[in-house]
């Protein structure tokens, strides 16, 4: 045993879930997530109909250029301090931290599935709503900036803190990586790549926007990804386990 | 972060502007496609100012292109007769062309001339821009032009009444939704009843996780004989519940029909009086750096009356000769370049041919995307010209063709 | 890709944070008040989104649900989750509740999405735009695996039902939108003319994917013969994304990435 406190370390209380911070982070996202719908109905049949009007440029693309930039910065700073500060001794945490940092990791699944149902429920089907009543005229409408440059950026932002906590901070997942884990993030990131396709192939040989056409196609594949959620969950109880075992319990293995 | 907070409130609020509206992107597509998939003309709205519950007809005709694109499916196979309206503001309670209505989808054949109708009910207050619209099977909207139609009163005041085959009256904004929410509910209250069973075993994750793992092969001994009961009950009311839903359901609407689709077949007009003017194009340039379009152009005037150029129309855009024919912009946003045509060559004699130059010029081109034409990958146009005699009769030709840029 | 389990043999086992029983059980607590609503959460999103990019438009509009099309498309693409985290749910926890609460995550999604963009975004009546129930078919196929404890067993019956009774669950909500209605001259039912009506300006009325084949008089059993074809297909794909499920459920650990 390398850490000194390894020997009290089971004297101490086991830690509690920050269910305070969670909380706190989910209602500011709501409000972030429910002041731009808010701002998207308002603005979407009135100023977001052309793309070639002034107004357009002034009330959508100013907010896409203005977003775009905010989201890299913010992936740049959210990462770059979970990697700055990441713990280099890892293998040698106390169980009741690394019990903590489960918590911590779950909260962040937690976020995690809100923006998935946010992104991929409500801001997915209201791209579905719009391009449908109204007549397609760039690949920037009110909806596709809402939904591909606002909710599946902050997806892939949420998605990819979660993955680095995780290999920076729990001694599971160091110096190895969670292939469930690796697909879950990986899923959203492969929407942008995906959107490309969808743009090309409406402009190429699908004019009709109707939703479940084979265009669209390559973002369910991509949406499957989700389904690597079980061998994650797996991953994740079976530690749990040994942490939360008691004296003549029995560890669990993983398959 | 507070800043930006406070800057995306200000700007939601600056957003919030309740009445303008704007057309429909029609910008966006080539302009090649737009100049050579459908001549609109003659678009005319009823009023362009009413109430809730008022109605509005738009008008018109159109003649697809005979020089539509090959590379694009043609009017021909499948085509719907559509409005552009930024969503339900307004219902549409007739739409026709030719006199036949246009419910279902049907064929329309180039170099024909159709006339139509749409009648509109208005829903929602707002201030629309409304166009026909022309739905292409495997191409996609063509847009006619628009006008902006204002539309007063309250939306809480639309009805929308009709009497079925089966003698009831119903208001289409709300019928059927008390079933709707009275089964769904239903629904959801005994999909919750076996999910909340299981929640009472909370915590259920990690025990079960466990206890399964340490059973092995004998897992299923985890799974309680009232499991089996509640499973077996809840079976048995939801398959009693959809039988019974079923049969509830034939009683209630004894009389009911398939879905219905399919292709109806339009009636032809006669409009040979209005086509005895030929034209064939014996040059097209389009001069960059002037934004002038200049036609060169062989006229035969078949009809008993001198004729003269009025009014070249290129993807809904009106390059209008004033000494002809005074067309004037109907609101801001109406495609007309008064003044923005000149003819040289003169009036074409009753019976006679005569060769004319024909330049049209407005910065309207420019704004309405047209001289993107060089980036087309066939380089050919497409335009509609009007011929008025003195006694306002209007003969109008289609023409088109390979167009040159000229760049200096 | 290598797998290395054998890597995490060597890792040292993890010493436990608790020492009482009450502890271990508040541990047991936390990860079910953070995991259920995960769970909730994540069907919601990823159902909502599989859901409307394979059936989509079939189930958004009254006006297109119909005997041929919409009965075949739509138990086959709702299953795909019922399957898959059937296998996770019931393999490694013995709960039988994944497609009941799938579909009941969906079903709230689904009401919450038709309200705010259908009805309040785009402007449609809620009745035109209010989504299909589908929460009893999850029930059968729940209760079926719970009774049977066989996959096979839920695949051959539970999948065939879940398929074959999804008209008849939903007749009550359509029966009314199918009353005939003459309008200029042409019949039409209520569907079609609210679909008619009000306006759908990128949907014109070809796009509609409705009552296509040639089978039409064959005895004029179209629905029923649409639902036995459903309910074969559904066994089969029952059996197919079970075991994608079973895949998806391996804890496999890489060395790298990158």
Same mark, same amino acid.
């Given at each position: 045993?390398?850490?000194?406190?390894?020997?009290?370390?089971?004297?101490?209380?086991?830690?509690?879930?920050?269910?305070?911070?969670?909380?706190? %982070?989910?209602?500011?996202?709501?409000?972030?997530?429910?002041?731009?719908?808010?701002?998207?109905?308002?603005?979407?049949?009135?100023?977001?109909?052309?793309?070639?009007?002034?107004?357009?440029?002034?009330?959508?693309?100013?907010?896409?250029?203005?977003?775009?930039?905010?989201?890299?910065?913010?992936?740049?700073?959210?990462?770059?301090?979970?990697?700055?500060?990441?713990?280099?001794?890892?293998?040698?945490?106390?169980?009741?931290?690394?019990?903590?940092?489960?918590?911590?990791?779950?909260?962040?699944?937690?976020? %995690?599935?809100?923006?998935?149902?946010?992104?991929?429920?409500?801001? &997915?089907?209201?791209?579905?709503?719009?391009?449908?009543?109204?007549?397609?005229?760039?690949?920037? &409408?009110?909806?596709?900036?809402?939904? %591909?440059?606002?909710?599946?950026?902050?997806?892939?932002?949420?998605?990819?803190?979660?993955?680095?906590?995780?290999?920076?901070?729990?001694?599971?997942?160091?110096?190895?990586?969670?292939?469930?884990?690796?697909?879950?993030?990986?899923?959203?990131?492969?929407?942008?790549?995906?959107?490309?396709?969808?743009?090309?192939?409406?402009?190429?040989?699908?004019?009709?926007?109707?939703?479940?056409?084979?265009?669209?196609?390559? %973002?369910?594949?991509?949406?499957?990804?989700?389904?690597?959620?079980?061998?994650?969950?797996?991953?994740?109880? &079976?530690?749990?386990?040994?942490?939360?075992?008691?004296?003549?319990?029995?560890?669990?293995?993983?398959? | 972060?507070?800043?930006?907070?406070?800057?995306?409130?200000?700007?939601?609020?600056?957003?919030?502007?309740?009445?303008?509206?704007?057309?429909?992107?029609?910008?966006?597509?080539?302009?090649?496609?737009?100049?050579?998939?459908?001549?609109?003309?003659?678009?005319?709205? *009823?009023?362009?100012?009413?109430?809730?519950?008022?109605?509005?007809?738009?008008?018109?005709?159109?003649?697809?292109?005979?020089?539509?694109?090959?590379?694009?499916?043609?009017?021909?196979?499948?085509?719907?007769?559509?409005?552009?309206?930024?969503?339900?503001?307004?219902?549409?309670?007739?739409?026709?062309?030719?006199?036949?209505?246009?419910?279902?989808?049907?064929?329309?054949?180039?170099?024909?001339?159709?006339?139509?109708?749409?009648?509109?009910?208005?829903?929602?207050?707002?201030?629309?821009?409304?166009?026909?619209?022309?739905?292409?099977?495997?191409?996609?909207?063509?847009?006619?032009?628009?006008?902006?139609?204002?539309?007063?009163?309250?939306?809480?005041?639309?009805?929308?009444?009709?009497?079925?085959?089966?003698?009831?009256?119903? $208001?289409?904004?709300?019928?059927?939704?008390?079933?709707?929410?009275?089964?769904?509910?239903?629904?959801?209250?005994?999909?919750?009843?076996?999910?909340? +069973?299981?929640?009472?075993?909370?915590?259920?994750?990690?025990?079960?996780?466990?206890?399964?793992?340490?059973?092995?092969?004998?897992? $299923? $001994?985890?799974?309680?004989?009232?499991?089996?009961?509640?499973?077996?009950?809840?079976?048995?009311?939801?398959?009693?519940?959809?039988?019974?839903? +079923?049969?509830?359901?034939?009683?209630? +609407?004894?009389?009911?029909?398939?879905?219905?689709?399919?292709?109806?077949?339009?009636?032809?007009?006669?409009? *040979?009086?209005?086509?005895?003017?030929?034209?064939?194009?014996?040059?097209?340039?389009?001069?960059?750096?002037?934004?002038?379009?200049?036609?060169?152009? $062989?006229?035969?005037?078949?009809?008993?009356?001198?004729?003269?150029?009025?009014?070249?129309?290129?993807?809904?855009?009106?390059?209008?000769?004033?000494?002809?024919?005074?067309?004037?912009?109907?609101?801001?946003?109406?495609?007309?370049?008064?003044?923005?045509?000149?003819?040289?060559?003169?009036?074409?004699?009753?019976?006679?041919?005569?060769?004319?130059?024909?330049?049209?010029?407005?910065?309207?081109?420019?704004?309405?995307?047209?001289?993107?034409?060089?980036?087309?990958?066939?380089?050919?146009?497409?335009?509609?010209?009007?011929?008025?005699?003195?006694?306002?009769?209007?003969?109008?030709?289609?023409?088109?063709?390979?167009?040159?840029?000229?760049?200096? | 890709?290598?797998?290395?389990?054998?890597?995490?043999?060597?890792?040292?086992?993890?010493?436990?944070?608790?020492?009482?029983?009450?502890?271990?059980?508040?541990?047991?607590?936390? #990860?079910?008040?953070?995991?259920?609503?995960?769970?909730?959460?994540?069907?919601?999103?990823?159902?909502?989104?599989?859901?409307?990019?394979?059936?989509?438009?079939?189930?958004?509009?009254?006006?297109?649900?119909?005997?041929?099309?919409?009965?075949?498309?739509?138990?086959?693409?709702?299953?795909?989750?019922?399957?898959?985290?059937?296998?996770?749910?019931?393999?490694?926890?013995?709960?039988?509740?994944?497609?009941?609460?799938?579909?009941?995550? !969906?079903?709230?999604?689904?009401?919450?999405?038709?309200?705010?963009?259908?009805?309040? !975004?785009?402007?449609?009546?809620?009745?035109?735009?209010?989504?299909?129930?589908?929460?009893?078919?999850?029930?059968?196929?729940?209760?079926?695996?719970?009774?049977?404890?066989?996959?096979?067993?839920?695949?051959?019956?539970?999948?065939?039902?879940?398929?074959?009774?999804?008209?008849? #669950?939903?007749?009550?909500?359509?029966?009314? !939108?199918?009353?005939?209605?003459?309008?200029?001259?042409?019949?039409?039912?209520?569907?079609?003319?609210?679909?008619?009506?009000?306006?759908?300006?990128?949907?014109?009325?070809?796009?509609?994917?409705?009552?296509?084949?040639?089978?039409?008089?064959?005895?004029?059993?179209?629905?029923?013969?649409?639902?036995?074809?459903?309910?074969?297909?559904?066994?089969?794909?029952?059996?197919?994304?079970?075991?994608?499920?079973?895949?998806?459920?391996?804890?496999?650990?890489?060395?790298?990435?990158?």
């Amino acid at each position: 045993m390398k850490n000194a406190n390894a020997v009290t370390a089971n004297a101490e209380l086991p830690p509690a879930v920050p269910w305070g911070r969670i909380g706190a %982070f989910l209602v500011a996202l709501l409000a972030l997530f429910g002041a731009y719908r808010y701002y998207q109905h308002v603005t979407s049949f009135t100023v977001g109909l052309d793309y070639f009007e002034p107004e357009f440029q002034i009330y959508w693309m100013n907010l896409l250029y203005a977003q775009l930039a905010i989201e890299a910065v913010v992936f740049c700073a959210v990462i770059g301090y979970l990697w700055m500060t990441r713990d280099r001794n890892v293998m040698s945490i106390t169980p009741q931290e690394e019990l903590r940092r489960h918590y911590v990791l779950l909260g962040f699944v937690v976020v %995690f599935a809100v923006i998935a149902y946010l992104a991929a429920s409500l801001y &997915t089907e209201a791209d579905a709503a719009w391009h449908q009543v109204t007549v397609r005229d760039t690949d920037f &409408t009110p909806t596709h900036i809402a939904l %591909f440059y606002f909710g599946i950026p902050a997806f892939i932002i949420i998605g990819s803190a979660a993955f680095v906590y995780a290999h920076t901070r729990l001694p599971q997942f160091h110096e190895r990586v969670s292939m469930p884990m690796a697909l879950l993030v990986a899923g959203p990131i492969m929407i942008m790549p995906n959107l490309g396709f969808n743009e090309w192939g409406h402009t190429f040989f699908y004019a009709e926007e109707l939703f479940a056409a084979p265009v669209h196609w390559g %973002f369910v594949l991509l949406g499957w990804s989700a389904f690597a959620a079980g061998g994650f969950l797996i991953q994740i109880i &079976t530690r749990l386990i040994s942490l939360s075992k008691l004296e003549g319990d029995t560890d669990v293995a993983e398959a | 972060m507070k800043k930006y907070l406070v800057a995306f409130i200000l700007l939601i609020q600056a957003a919030a502007i309740p009445d303008l509206a704007f057309a429909h992107g029609e910008r966006a597509q080539q302009a090649g496609l737009r100049m050579r998939t459908v001549h609109w003309f003659d678009t005319a709205v *009823s009023t362009t100012k009413l109430n809730v519950n008022d109605t509005v007809v738009v008008s018109g005709s159109f003649v697809p292109s005979v020089n539509w694109p090959e590379h694009m499916a043609g009017p021909d196979g499948t085509a719907f007769l559509n409005i552009g309206v930024p969503g339900p503001t307004f219902v549409r309670v007739d739409s026709r062309v030719n006199g036949m209505p246009m419910i279902r989808s049907t064929r329309f054949y180039k170099g024909q001339t159709y006339q139509y109708s749409i009648t509109l009910k208005a829903r929602t207050p707002g201030r629309y821009h409304v166009h026909p619209v022309l739905s292409v099977k495997d191409t996609g909207p063509v847009i006619g032009p628009g006008f902006w139609v204002e539309v007063g009163g309250s939306q809480a005041d639309f009805q929308n009444t009709v009497k079925t085959m089966t003698g009831e009256t119903i $208001d289409l904004e709300t019928y059927g939704m008390g079933n709707i929410a009275f089964w769904s509910l239903l629904w959801f209250a005994v999909g919750l009843v076996w999910f909340i +069973y299981w929640l009472t075993k909370c915590p259920i994750i990690i025990p079960r996780y466990r206890r399964v793992a340490e059973l092995g092969d004998k897992a $299923d $001994d985890i799974i309680t004989p009232t499991d089996k009961k509640v499973a077996a009950t809840l079976l048995a009311v939801t398959l009693s519940l959809i039988g019974f839903g +079923y049969f509830w359901a034939q009683d209630e +609407y004894p009389i009911t029909t398939p879905l219905q689709t399919g292709i109806v077949h339009l009636p032809e007009i006669d409009v *040979s009086a209005d086509r005895e003017v030929d034209v064939t194009v014996a040059d097209a340039r389009y001069r960059i750096p002037g934004r002038s379009f200049e036609l060169t152009l $062989d006229v035969n005037n078949r009809s008993g009356k001198d004729v003269k150029l009025g009014n070249l129309t290129v993807a809904n855009v009106r390059f209008v000769d004033p000494s002809v024919i005074d067309i004037k912009p109907a609101d801001s946003h109406d495609l007309v370049a008064s003044g923005g045509l000149r003819v040289e060559g003169g009036p074409i004699k009753a019976g006679e041919s005569a060769r004319i130059k024909v330049f049209a010029e407005d910065a309207l081109w420019e704004t309405y995307r047209l001289t993107s034409l060089i980036y087309d990958p066939d380089s050919r146009f497409g335009a509609m010209l009007y011929f008025y005699a003195d006694d306002g009769a209007r003969d109008y030709v289609e023409v088109g063709g390979s167009m040159l840029p000229v760049f200096m | 890709m290598t797998d290395t389990n054998e890597a995490a043999e060597a890792r040292p086992k993890a010493r436990s944070a608790v020492t009482t029983r009450e502890q271990q059980w508040q541990v047991y607590k936390n #990860i079910d008040l953070m995991a259920i609503p995960l769970i909730v959460l994540l069907f919601a999103g990823i159902f909502s989104f599989h859901f409307a990019l394979t059936v989509g438009d079939w189930d958004y509009w009254v006006d297109w649900r119909d005997r041929r099309w919409w009965p075949l498309v739509t138990p086959l693409s709702l299953l795909v989750l019922p399957a898959v985290f059937g296998y996770l749910l019931w393999t490694k926890l013995r709960l039988p509740l994944a497609a009941s609460v799938a579909l009941l995550s !969906f079903a709230l999604a689904a009401w919450v999405s038709r309200v705010m963009n259908f009805e309040i !975004f785009a402007g449609f009546p809620l009745n035109m735009v209010s989504p299909s129930t589908f929460i009893g078919l999850g029930l059968i196929l729940d209760c079926t695996l719970m009774l049977t404890r066989s996959f096979f067993v839920t695949g051959l019956f539970g999948a065939f039902f879940f398929a074959v009774l999804i008209y008849p #669950i939903n007749w009550p909500l359509m029966a009314p !939108f199918r009353v005939p209605v003459e309008y200029n001259g042409t019949l039409v039912t209520v569907a079609d003319l609210m679909g008619y009506e009000y306006v759908r300006t990128a949907i014109p009325e070809y796009v509609r994917i409705i009552e296509q084949s040639t089978l039409r008089t064959f005895g004029e059993a179209v629905t029923p013969l649409t639902a036995v074809f459903a309910g074969f297909l559904a066994i089969l794909m029952y059996y197919f994304w079970t075991w994608v499920g079973a895949l998806a459920s391996r804890a496999v650990w890489i060395k790298r990435i990158f």
